[in-house]
């Protein structure tokens, strides 16, 4: 485990990363979900995937990496660029798996070759009761209630910061379909079948917008790498290998 500190824009981030098997030349970046951290990506991945040098980072505000900003999903890329700069990795020669959040975040950085686990990005219709507490939330902040709000939050956002709240409003409504349709590179997407977070569907339509991809789904839910680690890392191994030839 080691800090990084990174500047941008004037904001100072100390970011927590891992390096595993230092020693490997090719380079595989992991980027967690939202409410997630290092620690849950190297867990399915650690083990796995031996001839890559892994580089697990928590995200600034998850994990051990703090966060006193209010950022957007494009802030989080150019942190991670500035921080992946910093340890003298350029990201547009590596590969990059991202879950969930992260999986908008890495696809913003334009990797050699993209992972995506369940990733977030497609904006999906929520359901009733979810625009039922959105727009009762809305009513208290008009008649300043606000502080009422806080007992129908997303579980994503329990127990965080009103800075992490605010970014949280920020990215999770995000429709990233531009950013899939513009990526030029290799794209692997795996998923799970029964996932609730980012459904099957959103996978689907993620694979036709991204021209150079490959797409696979398990019978498990929105952490369903965590089950699959073994088959998912050798599915990574037999992708990146066949672009080589």
Not at 54 to 75: A, C, E, Q, W
Not at 113 to 142: P, Y
Not at 157 to 170: A, G, I, L, P, W
Not at 184 to 196: L, M
Request: net charge positive; hydrophobic share 40%; charged share 25%.
């Amino acid at each position: 485990m080691a800090i990084k500190s990174v500047d941008y824009f004037g904001k100072n981030f100390a970011i927590n990363y891992e390096i595993v098997n230092n020693d490997k030349s090719e380079v595989i970046v992991f980027l967690h979900g939202w409410g997630s951290n290092k620690e849950v990506m190297k867990k399915a991945f650690g083990v796995n995937l031996k001839e890559f040098k892994h580089i697990y980072i928590d995200m600034p505000g998850f994990g051990k990496s703090d966060n006193n900003y209010v950022l957007t999903t494009i802030d989080y890329a150019h942190i991670m660029k500035i921080f992946l700069e910093k340890i003298g990795i350029n990201h547009n020669d590596v590969t990059i798996a991202g879950h969930s959040f992260g999986g908008k975040v890495a696809t913003a950085l334009i990797p050699k070759t993209l992972i995506l686990l369940s990733s977030a990005g497609i904006l999906e219709e929520k359901s009733a009761s979810v625009k039922i507490r959105i727009q009762f939330a809305k009513l208290c902040n008009a008649l300043g209630l606000s502080t009422l709000t806080k007992m129908f939050r997303s579980k994503d956002v329990e127990n965080m910061s009103q800075n992490m709240y605010e970014t949280f409003k920020n990215v999770v409504d995000e429709d990233f379909t531009e950013y899939f349709k513009g990526f030029y590179n290799q794209a692997y997407i795996f998923w799970g079948e029964s996932d609730t977070a980012t459904s099957l569907e959103s996978g689907k339509k993620i694979a036709e917008l991204i021209k150079k991809s490959q797409f696979k789904s398990y019978t498990d839910g929105h952490y369903f790498f965590l089950h699959y680690s073994t088959q998912v890392s050798k599915e990574i191994e037999k992708c990146i290998s066949s672009t080589k030839v």
